[in-house]
Nanobody, 123 residues
Framework: QVQLEESGGGLVQAGGSLRLSCAAS????????MGWFRQAPGKEREFVAAITWSGGSTYYADSVKGRFTISRDNAENMAYLQMNSLKPEDTAVYYC????????????????WGQGTQVTVSS
């Protein structure tokens, strides 16, 4: 089973940027889609972004489109989420996940999760 570990979270002012990283170990993620999800206090975990196994296609939640960019480096077994123009409503724990199915916006199509990294955006 692949293991995922997120890093790069922190406290940033509104309008700032952060880059989250997701390091995979034990298995290669080359053949699988990768996704980022987030969960704010008192809310359900929600889809943020996903990228196909080749990196050829990317998908975003409407709330982050144009501000966030997902990418991956299969040779390094890494996935990334570049977050720009951050807003207080982006505050959440961010999780990376390995896809297992075809509906990559669907949380239930992922079978491996990291522990999450906290992102806090102050106003």
């Amino acid at each position: 089973q692949v293991q995922l570990e997120e890093s790069g979270g922190g406290l940033v002012q509104a309008g700032g940027s952060l880059r989250l990283s997701c390091a995979a170990s034990r298995r290669n993620i080359r053949g699988w889609a990768m996704g980022w999800f987030r969960q704010a206090p008192g809310k359900e975990r929600e889809f943020v972004a996903a990228i196909t196994w080749s990196g050829g296609s990317t998908y975003y939640a409407d709330s982050v489109k144009g501000r966030f960019t997902i990418s991956r480096d299969n040779a390094e077994n890494m996935a990334y989420l570049q977050m720009n123009s951050l807003k207080p409503e982006d505050t959440a724990v961010y999780y990376c996940a390995k896809g297992a199915g075809v509906h990559i916006r669907n949380i239930h199509e992922y079978d491996a999760w990291g522990q999450g990294t906290q992102v806090t955006v102050s106003s």
